[in-house]
């Protein structure tokens, strides 16, 4: 038996410490579009002050995307399984905020700011409550019986989004209803020149919180290692003993939790709730996954901002073309990296 | 036989299969005499027009195995293509001739670029992206309302002979009024039935054949030499076409086109629907499924009042079963046919007959 | 002769991928604390059993049988119905090195071993003293510690393969081609390497083409073909027989130095 030379703490903290040869190059081109997008939407805007606030209202609006889509993006990419229900979480997530905003009417009429942050993280801990526990019934009825079709998973779940949206106008009724902006998050707050709407605020940091948050769990944890590890080779990941099945059900609930955080934030967004919510952000989010390289939460991110940016400036200077826009970055965006701007190697 | 010659040789291979779709033709072809009422001719002209564009479809997902949902586009083609001619030149058969050609035209060439797109990416890629293209085109439609009529359509006059108000007996007859609407109808029920025996020809072609080659494994059919490009592009071009023939005769029918009416993401859950609970690759499934659906659609929310009533006072019970909520309980049936009956009620049946 | 405790046995494993018969009645034994080779031409099953031992392929007929417990084969289903998993397999203490190396690329270097040691929660849980000793092995495994593995060369990613299987005490390793596409020096810095692996006296199933390599590591050896092991017995045996070796792999010994 060999004898290992015996090991040095220093010897070791110089393999796996800042002395090591530095990082290889992050790819930093694609993070770079957000910059760029902004940039050249500002001679084209005009003003600072309105460009300021179009920057501001497409970032928070690229966050809740962001928060929406991080789910969608990771179950796809872990679990190769496309939800086209997604949609359903979202839906309630805007739905329970409805009950949540209507049950604690006193704390949201107020004008005073506690109250009604407090309200509003009712409404988002609910919806990303029930977004999770309907996500695990979901996975359990709808997507498990057909792990690895692609076609049938498809189908099926688009048949759990219809079941969803009756389900929700079972509850809720059909009817739109309305989600007026608490008290104290309407108006806005003057950045210099720029008017920055308050809710707006709030938005962007819950998506920095959850970006924060999704970042440290995939990147520090063991929990996220087996994630990032099995979303490029699942098979290997079991071959070195983990059981990697039973960490699918904790994502696609973590994921579908995700969903109902940013339908909550969706619909406070849109102040109005309909059953369809959730399909209309869906093609939202599956462009933004699509730019960003199905699997990757980096490129969900930059493709979320990016969607968020470029809808409010092409909102702005011609608003019929919004959807038209978003679909041109992904073409364009598909012409330079036909896998999206972060592929996932070993896909 | 002539009469397997003009099935192209896919019979229904199920006694029961042939007597449900003797007995749809046959309904349909004798609808304004056996089903008094606008309504049900009403009914009767739709089933017709979906039976079209779901075979179409069949064509694409069951047959060459592609799943786009960007296929409610060119049905809005077509029927815009009436609309738009009709508006813009006239009422008369040249202006429905050059709307109906200049939409084929469009679709030809929108099918080409999508279909060719389709071979870069893969599958899912594909579905999702055809999902983005078919909501972008829908909200082009409504936006550009000095051409389509936006948000609110385009109502239009067809030509003379099918008007409702031109009459061509005093009397009725047989209970059937003889009128432009009756000829209308018998326009549109040949031609789909025309349509429909050329699409079970083209899938019974060699053609056909290779396509489901290509559908269970497409890279042996590229060993074998076939090159599934070519083979997949005409397929989507194809199908394309014939869900433009359905859009200029639903237009043909309702005089009326807007964005919800054909480009509608619930007309493209209703195509797929029908194809999937009716059966995939099989042509027959369009038939069936499209008569279940329609009917469906306007008939089991009257059922499903009298169950209403019975529950109503039962607060979650009495929402669940709502006429209102007939969707819910076809979308249940979706997802149980694809755990269940992976291959339709037309695949069900045929399996029967194994056994 | 005493012989070794067989640590893993198959006897008469068939394996089914989809249509295709694979594996037509495998049998052979591997001892305990030895280098066993696994040789034959391309297409001869040496995969497709590794991966069947391993879980990732279902044996429809046969057993395979590690340390006393059934893991594969019909008969191994067993309380639940169903054949050990490959994770469970794994966690009996088999690690498996594949043909592509299975290395995660967007991982770096640090995270793919910390991923192998299931013991260890984070990096600073992992074993100074064997990281040592592998880096001391594989020296390019320290110089790239924070890189992404998918910027390693070839030859460096077989090393952090390799070196994942070993990173913690494994009671069986299986090791499918390492040499393959290799440049003939990092061949030899590869069987240096499991040289010590094998002083360490742990058990290695090596399935490899490289006959010199085969040679110098195998304690004993068993032969493929066709699905079927047409010859087993002591490495020397074969070594010393070049009949035998044109025979059965066609090939001399003096066509691989």
């Known amino acids: 038996m060999t004898d290992a030379p015996t090991a040095t703490a220093s010897s070791v903290a110089a393999a796996t410490g800042a002395e090591a040869l530095p990082k290889s190059r992050f790819d930093t081109l694609p993070l770079l579009l957000t910059a760029i997008v902004a940039l050249a939407a500002w001679p084209a805007v005009g003003s600072t002050s309105t460009w300021l606030t179009l920057t501001f209202a497409g970032l928070a609006m690229g966050m809740i995307v962001f928060i929406a889509a991080s789910g969608l993006t990771l179950v796809f990419g872990l679990m190769d399984v496309l939800n086209f229900g997604h949609s359903v979480f979202i839906a309630l997530g805007a739905y329970v905020t409805t009950s949540v905003f209507a049950a604690t009417l006193g704390w949201t009429s107020v004008a005073s700011l506690a109250p009604t942050l407090a309200a509003v993280f009712v409404a988002m801990l609910a919806a990303m409550l029930l977004g999770g526990v309907v996500g695990l019934g979901f996975e359990r009825v709808i997507v498990r019986p057909v792990y690895g079709q692609h076609l049938k998973q498809i189908l099926v779940t688009i048949g759990g989004a219809i079941i969803g949206e009756e389900l929700i106008k079972v509850v809720w009724g059909p009817a739109q209803i309305p989600l007026p902006l608490p008290e104290a998050l309407r108006g806005s707050v003057l950045v210099g020149d720029a008017a920055v709407e308050k809710f707006r605020l709030v938005a962007v940091v819950v998506g920095l919180v959850v970006l924060i948050a999704l970042l440290y769990t995939l990147n520090r944890t063991k929990i996220g290692l087996l994630i990032r590890a099995g979303v490029q080779d699942r098979e290997m990941v079991e071959s070195l003993g983990y059981r990697i099945r039973r960490l699918f059900v904790g994502v696609f609930a973590a994921g579908s939790a995700l969903a109902g955080l940013g339908g909550s934030l969706w619909g406070m967004n849109q102040q109005i709730v309909v059953p369809q919510i959730g399909g209309q952000v869906n093609v939202l989010l599956f462009i933004v996954i699509i730019i960003g390289g199905l699997g990757s939460t980096l490129g969900c991110l930059v493709g979320a901002l990016v969607i968020g940016l470029m809808t409010n400036y092409v909102g702005f200077l011609a608003p019929k073309l919004t959807m038209f826009s978003s679909i041109g970055l992904m073409v364009a965006v598909l012409v330079w990296r036909p896998q999206g701007l972060y592929p996932v190697t070993n896909r | 036989m002539l009469l397997d010659r003009l099935f192209s040789h896919d019979r229904p291979r199920n006694r029961w299969l042939a007597v449900v779709l003797v007995a749809i033709v046959v309904a349909l072809a004798l609808t304004p005499f056996i089903f008094p009422g606008t309504k049900a001719l009403n009914v009767a002209a739709k089933v017709i027009v979906f039976i079209v564009l779901a075979a179409s479809f069949d064509l694409l997902l069951g047959y060459t195995g592609i799943v786009s949902f960007a296929h409610t586009m060119f049905f809005g083609i077509g029927a815009y293509g009436i609309a738009i001619a009709s508006t813009r030149i006239g009422p008369t058969w040249a202006a429905m001739a050059l709307g109906a050609l200049a939409a084929l035209l469009l679709s030809a060439v929108l099918s080409l670029l999508i279909g060719l797109f389709s071979l870069r990416v893969k599958a899912i890629f594909f579905a999702m992206i055809t999902l983005a293209v078919a909501s972008a085109f829908a909200t082009l439609a409504s936006q550009l309302s000095d051409f389509t009529g936006g948000e609110d359509g385009l109502t239009f006059k067809v030509p003379e002979a099918l008007r409702p108000g031109t009459e061509y007996a005093a009397e009725p007859f047989l209970g059937a009024s003889i009128d432009g609407r009756f000829v209308t109808y018998y326009l549109i029920f040949v031609v789909a039935l025309l349509l429909v025996l050329a699409l079970l020809r083209i899938v019974n072609s060699p053609f056909g054949r290779v396509l489901q080659a290509i559908r269970e494994n497409d890279f042996r059919a590229e060993a074998i030499g076939y090159r599934t490009v070519v083979y997949r592009t005409i397929a989507s071009v194809a199908s394309a076409l014939f869900a433009t023939l359905a859009g200029v005769l639903l237009a043909l029918w309702l005089r009326y086109n807007g964005p919800d009416t054909t480009l509608s993401f619930e007309i493209m859950l209703d195509v797929l629907l029908i194809v999937v609970i009716g059966g995939m690759g099989t042509m027959y499934g369009a038939v069936v499924g499209s008569v279940l659906l329609v009917l469906a659609q306007n008939y089991l929310q009257d059922v499903m009042k009298i169950a209403a009533s019975a529950v109503q006072d039962v607060p979650l019970l009495a929402q669940v079963v709502s006429p209102d909520r007939w969707l819910l309980w076809l979308g249940i049936l979706f997802v149980l046919s694809v755990y269940y009956f992976p291959s339709g009620v037309v695949g069900r049946l045929r399996a029967m007959r194994r056994n | ?257």
């Open chain 3, 1 to 257: 002769m005493s012989a070794s405790p067989s640590l893993l046995s198959l006897a008469g494993v068939h394996t089914h991928i989809g249509a295709y018969h694979i594996l037509h009645g495998v049998d052979f034994e591997v001892p305990s604390g030895q280098v066993t080779m696994l040789l034959g031409r391309n297409g001869a099953g040496k995969t497709t059993t590794l991966r069947t031992i391993m879980g990732l392929w279902s044996a429809s007929q046969g057993s395979v049988v590690f340390d006393g417990r059934r893991i594969g084969g019909p008969a191994a289903a067993g309380d639940s119905g169903q054949a050990p998993p490959t994770p469970e397999i794994a966690q009996l203490g088999i690690a498996y090195v594949p043909e592509n190396m299975g290395i995660f690329s967007d991982l770096t270097v640090r995270e793919n071993m910390l991923l192998a040691a299931r013991q260890a929660k984070r990096a600073a849980e992992l074993d100074t003293t064997r990281l040592e000793w592998l880096f001391g092995l594989f020296p390019a495994l320290r110089k790239f510690w924070l890189y992404p593995a998918g910027k390693l060369s070839g030859g460096q990613k077989q090393m952090l393969a390799i070196a994942r299987a070993m990173i913690e005490p494994r009671r069986l390793l299986l090791i499918d081609e390492p040499s393959k596409g290799l440049a003939p020096a990092i061949v030899q810095n590869l069987i240096a390497a499991l040289r010590e692996l094998k002083a360490t006296a742990t058990t290695v199933l090596l399935v490899e083409q490289n006959f010199a390599m085969a040679k110098s590591l195998g304690d004993s050896v068993a032969v493929m073909d066709d699905g079927r092991v047409v010859h087993r017995g002591p490495m020397a045996e074969l070594a010393g027989d070049e009949a035998l070796q044109h025979k059965l792999l066609g090939l001399s010994l003096a066509a691989h130095q």
